[in-house]
Structures are given as structure tokens and as C-alpha cells.
């Protein structure tokens, strides 16, 4: 399989992950206990923003399973650095408050092998640790017919369907240029030994149209 079909990097746009580091220290208040559907959130009550494995810092409510804190939008279009790199992006659709976050786990934390239903494809510029950490892991099985499941609309998670076997290309993130994903394709990420911070874009459009502006040289302007 090529690897092109799952993922890519933006090498025509290096950024400055130390910079990066700075916004995601004031953002940091900011945080929320980050839960989706398909997760085992049953041990929400026993979590604080300090403890839980899983904590994002976003403009919205639609990961928020941790009620106290569901007002603490956070606007990373705010910040030049980042607003001047997201502009550079020739994607389908604007990309607003709305689409950036920033996602930070814990050491322990294993992100389930599963598919987006917020986002066609993701973009990823790694902040902590300082050589990006654990690596992004996508699987393929042939009995797995993914196309209803992403007609559906919903959020799906294959933690009893996919094993560390059924993994067919396994993605270590740079961080001298950001990566782009296709989250319609399943993907997890195993336990994490360190704490780990990343700037997200969710992104509306398609990861095969992502990949063509790419290779024509119209993605970065
Ligand atoms: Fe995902």
C-alpha cells in the first residue's frame, strides 16, 4: 500500500515548533477533559483537567464531556504565528476558530484505532515532546467495509475489530514540517510514553483532493 493514500507532509511549509510551545503555555488554562462517543468515558468522574488522559484546548463544546469547563473557548486564530501558517493553506472551505485545536495526552493514553466523523482529513504540527513522540498507526482489514460507516456520518471505533496486525503504515510526525492524515482511514495511536501536545486543524475536505493540490504545488501558496 502506498503510503500516500493514508498520509503526507507539508514540506514546503516548516514551522517553528518552539514558537508553538509558547502559545500552547498561555492556552493551557484553557483546557477541557476531551471525550468522544464511541470512548469509554466511564471513568469521567474520577478525572480532573490535571489527571484525565485525554484534554484538548478548542473553541466549541462538541468533544466537551466535562461540564464545569464547557465555556472556556479558545480562539488559536488569535496568534499571528499560527493564523499566518493556516492562511498559507489552499483547502476547499475557510478554515475558522472552529477547525483548530490543540490535543494533549498523557502518558498511558492509547488512542483506539477509529475513524473521524468531524473531519475528513486532519493536519498535525507536533509541539511536546520535542521529536513529535509516539507515531500514528493505520490499519487495514479486508472484511472491514468502511464505506457505510463513513456514509452514516458517525464516529466509529474498531478496538475489537483491528489488532497491532492488521497495522499498514505506521507514521513517525516530524517537527520541522507539519503532516496531514486521512481520518476516514482507521487510525490509533499506541500507549503514549510521554505527554504529548499537537496543534490540529480538522479539515472538511477530502484527503485525495489534499494530496493532489500537494503534489501539483497549489497547496502552500
Ligand atoms: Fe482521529
Redesign the pocket.
Known sequence: MDKDQFVIEIDDLPYDREALEGVFQQARPYARIKGLGWQDNSHLQTWTVDTAPAVVIYSGSYMNIDTNRKDLNYNFLRHGSIKKMIDRLNFSHPITEGNVDMIWYRPGFKFEP?I?HYAKS?MMWPIIPNDAGAPIDFYYKSNIDLAPLIQSGKPAGFKDQVTDEDICCTHYYSTAVPTIFN?LWI?GVRPVAQERVYLRLRINEPFESIVSKHRSGTLVR
Open positions: 477509529h473521524d486532519t481520518s487510525h
